[in-house]
């Protein structure tokens, strides 16, 4: 049974920054696809940034350029540093890990608000 747990959401300022992190269980961070999907109210969930398991990074054109994500095999635990947030950032922010068995994301954690706000 995979688990995700994310960490390291809040409030902050915009132009501020925040640090999410992701823990796993198991050996998925090391071996699979990983993830930070977003979902504002009112909106769809959207994919903001991932990392292949050979550690190559894809983000959103909204992001680029302001949100790196990485990932600590040794931790087991995968990292979203968002800097220069925007009140538009304003979500829950989850966790996920791709399966590649049957070609989806399919692993979730349970989400953490982000909230950029003067």
């Known amino acids: 049974q995979v688990q995700l747990v994310e960490s390291g959401g809040g409030l902050v300022q915009p132009g501020g920054s925040l640090r999410l992190s992701c823990a796993a269980s198991g050996s998925i961070v090391s071996l699979n696809p990983m993830g930070w999907y977003r979902q504002a109210p009112g909106k769809e969930r959207e994919l903001v940034a991932a990392?292949?398991?050979?550690?190559?990074?894809n983000y959103a054109d909204s992001v680029k350029g302001r949100f790196t994500i990485s990932r600590d095999n040794a931790k087991r635990t995968v990292y979203l540093q968002m800097n220069s947030l925007k009140p538009e950032d304003t979500a829950v922010y989850y966790c996920?890990?791709?399966?590649?068995?049957?070609?989806?994301?399919?692993?979730w954690g349970q989400g953490t608000q982000v909230t950029v706000s003067s």
């Open positions: 996920s890990g791709y399966r590649t068995s049957d070609n989806r994301w399919a692993y």
């Open positions: 990392i292949t398991s050979g550690a190559s990074p």
